[in-house]
């Protein structure tokens, strides 16, 4: 693999930091090339660490482009790596006179580069958010830089993330704490806790609120000590800040630090203030120096800093919070070290150098494969995905993330497009193309560019909800036929369908579908009954058994935010408004209370549609005698499956929160509300207390006390008869792989 890198060639701080550790890494792996637009401190470093580096300075912006056209022919690069503006509309002219991919890694927020100069602005960055536009690919260095590409409709499937990256394995070899103090004529007591900070001087960096926050904490200890490192243009400012608020005695300049590590050694906590940031190194080299560490939560911090948990997050400009945090880790030493090892413990792990390099060239693998996939496609999309997306409820969710994740196990480079409601959240977090449901002209267009058609997991096609609602999904069937599509129905339930009418437009319709998947056998049953034969179909299962947990820590810092001491032992209960549901609100609130009164565990309630579903159990923790709990913000699905995976026993009206127990080996009783929820209790052979709508206090104390005392055999049963779910969930997506490419099912 030879890949060329761009760049400007008058980064400093971290884009410099992570171009030339990237390229001096990646050149052990592959050939690379580094381009400099210019002479200066940032080839010769790169120079210096063992780069092959070229200056491209010809005096035009034409003539560099020829130089840099010459070198990318002559020298066979596959693959062009733009950083910064001018090497963004350099990258331009070479994909458009060659045709290779381009990838372009973004530092910052484009938007903002030149907001100190209005020339520039009106200049180069007017130019780059244009090249922007016209490249290929792009790599965000934090989930927060991804997130504001996808929301200035950039395509999600085409922005990947690289975290910045420092060597752990390094010797730093720093000055001893003593030594920098009498370097910088300081004299600390021994005891004395030091507060450091290292940054530009400039207004970005926030190092106003650093002095607010230190004015704060010397009121309550005084001999707190507090560092800056750095210079800029705001140091005299600042220095004068800092007397007005009378910190002459607690705060010190140092002035510019050429050796960071001898500075981290020296304090005890590490902190950064920055109003605007990507994804700074101050933070990285402070986690390898082991310093608990407390930062403004900007850029993509949050994805290192769990706030509480191995450090401290506060809003940009909160200095009140910043001082409480720097006091509490002042008042606990041993706080100060726990926290010290766990940001070094997950910056080791996910933000390392040879991760950093490690993700790059699977980044570079996977742009060259689907660059090479798509020269033969003549298809914009492979698949198209619908289904009842951006409603917020979790089982939905489940079974998109599930369906994409599935897909791309067998395929990792396929182009997805989905049909949501709210298509930006969908983008977002499934990392998928996504345009409004109900946009027809578009997804028209889209039809007529696109292979397969995906009539997505659940219970689609029926008019127990509405008409209105299967009318929709037939629609679309029959348009995807219509364009020429493939057509899966993938691992739906069918029915009830209880019209006449709307079974026999069913029928018609369905029977024009290539392949159907069912995720149980009373859609099968349903389908004979319509007489729906033409179509290929697969009894498997639903594909949100194939979904993973969140970790255990995650979860039980989900649920103390929550009020909820996650030691407690649990019984799940899922439900939702269906009906005359004041009747069975009553009954569940008793029953409920027996649990609480009989095995001394406490209800947990899950909301598995947010809010829909937190009006109903409210009322029936109303009705209620004992104490109850219930997750009041909506967790992600991997989040939620891990939230069930802490009850004993999980008692549920909804679908998706009996699949993920089951799925857990976790016992369950279903309670009906739709043939679906009865279907998948005989599935798995577990016990049913009957429709909501006749629900008996007694009949259900009776399934409970049975199952909970049966709990631990009933447990190994569902580990069995899970894993093997698990496997029939997988051939949907191997099924639909097969379609994609055309092999015989």
Known sequence: MKVLHLIGGGDVGGAKSHVLSLVR??????????????????????????????????GTIFSDVRKVLSIVREEGYELIHSHGAKANMVAVFVKKLTGLPVVTTVHSDYRLDYLQNILKMFSFGLINTLSLRFLDFYIAVSKNFKTMLIERKFSPQNIFTVYNGINFNQEINPLPKEEFLKKYNLKFDKNDVIIGILARLDPVKGLDIFLKAASVVIKNNPSARFLIAGDGPERKSLEKKAASYGLQNNVF?????????????????NTLTSLSESFPYAILEGSLSKKATISSNVGGISDLIESGINGFLFEPGDYKTLAGHILTLINDPSLRRKMGEKIHEKASTYFSLDNMCKTQLEIYETILLRNFRNSRSKYRYDAIISGYYGFKNIGDDAMLMAIIDNLRMYRKDLRILVLSRNPLETGLVYNVDSINRFNLLKILQIMRNSKLFINGGGSLIQDNTSTRSLVYYLGMIWLAKKMGMKVMIYANGIGPLNKDKNRKLTKKIVNQVDVITLREELSFEELNNLKIIRPNIKITADPAFTIMPEKDERINQLLLDEG?????????????????????????????????????????FIAMHYPGDLAIIQNIMSKMKNKSFVITRKPTVSEMLGIIGKTQMLIGMRLHALIFAASLGIPVVGMVYEPKVEGFMQYVKQVSAGHVNSLELSHLKRIVDETWENRESIKKELEKTTALLKSKALENAKIAIEMLDEKPL
């Not at 090339?33 to 210019?38: D, G, N, Q, T, V």
């Not at 909820?564 to 408004?577: A, L, M, N, Y």
């Open 25 to 58: 890494e990646l050149s052990k792996n592959i050939n690379v090339k580094l381009i400099s637009f210019r002479t200066g401190a940032f080839a010769d470093d790169a120079r210096a660490m063992g780069i092959n580096v070229e200056i491209v300075k010809t």
């Open 253 to 269: 300049f140092l002035g510019f630090v050429n050796k960071p590590y001898d500075f981290l050694n020296c304090i005890d906590i």
């Open 564 to 604: 909820i001491d996650p030691k407690e032992q649990f019984v799940g209960i899922s439900v939702r408004k269906w009906g005359e549901h004041e009747k069975y609100e009553a009954v569940i609130a008793e029953l409920a209370d027996y649990i609480v009164e009989k095995y001394g565990v406490k209800p947990l």
